[in-house]
T-cell receptor, first 117, second 111 residues
């Protein structure tokens, strides 16, 4: 399977614990995005990378959230001191495009569903 | 007002019907428009991708963009029960940048 993969698929944690999610993008894709989706809402942007550089962080991304893409391949999203409001589906997407390219489709992974109790 | 507005439905149609799904947006800088299909508890699946105004057809699906009205549509012909899902519109200014999504419309196609 050459699509975007995410691990774990489900995570249940207690309030106050730290959690880390992993995303493996499509292998030739240079951009990687994290989104969060709550029930009945569309995905909301959190942060994105071009290769290993983090290009932008949403104001939704509090200080408790950190993301890395150390070698420009897989990425991790860590949430420290989880709160019940962090319960959501965390989605990763990847895309490939250069300045002259006209196709920038973003392909999503299956998501990691986080439940904070 | 949200940047992208989408009627959440639910929308229920009989099998074989033509389905029309719509989004409006406020940011005139948006140039790239996408439609995703999302089944329950799964990640969004890209259906259609359009740059700027115009129509694009792919099988039973047709996407339309009217930038002058800030309005995009997805038409599904000969709808099937397997089309039952949530349909999300998404858009961006520069293409290879973060997407802004609508809330999604829940569609049920009844056999």
């Amino acid at each position: 399977d050459t699509g975007v993969s995410q691990d774990p698929r489900h995570k249940i944690t207690k309030r106050g614990q730290n959690v880390t999610f992993r995303c493996d993008p499509i292998s030739e894709h240079n951009r990687l995005y994290w989104y969060r989706q709550t029930l009945g809402q569309g995905p909301e942007f959190l942060t994105y990378f071009q290769n290993e550089a983090q290009l932008e962080k949403s104001r939704l991304l509090s200080d408790r959230f950190s993301a890395e893409r150390p070698k420009g391949s897989f990425s991790t999203l860590e949430i420290q001191r989880t709160e019940q409001g962090d319960s959501a589906m965390y989605l990763c997407a990847s895309s490939f495009g250069t300045f002259r390219a006209r196709h920038y489709e973003q392909y999503f992974g299956p998501g990691t569903r986080l439940t904070v109790t | 007002q949200k940047e992208v507005e989408q009627d959440p439905g639910p929308l229920s149609v009989p099998e074989g019907a033509i389905v029309s799904l719509n989004c409006t947006y406020s940011n005139s800088a948006f140039q790239y428009f996408m439609w995703y299909r999302q089944y329950s508890r799964k990640g969004p699946e890209l259906l259609m991708y359009t740059y700027s105004s115009g129509n694009k057809e792919d099988g039973r699906f047709t996407a339309q963009v009217d930038k002058s009205s800030k309005y995009i549509s997805l038409f599904i012909r000969d709808s099937q029960p397997s089309d039952s899902a949530t349909y999300l519109c998404a858009m961006s200014e520069y293409g290879n940048t973060p997407l802004v999504f609508g809330k999604g419309t829940r569609l049920s196609v009844i056999a």
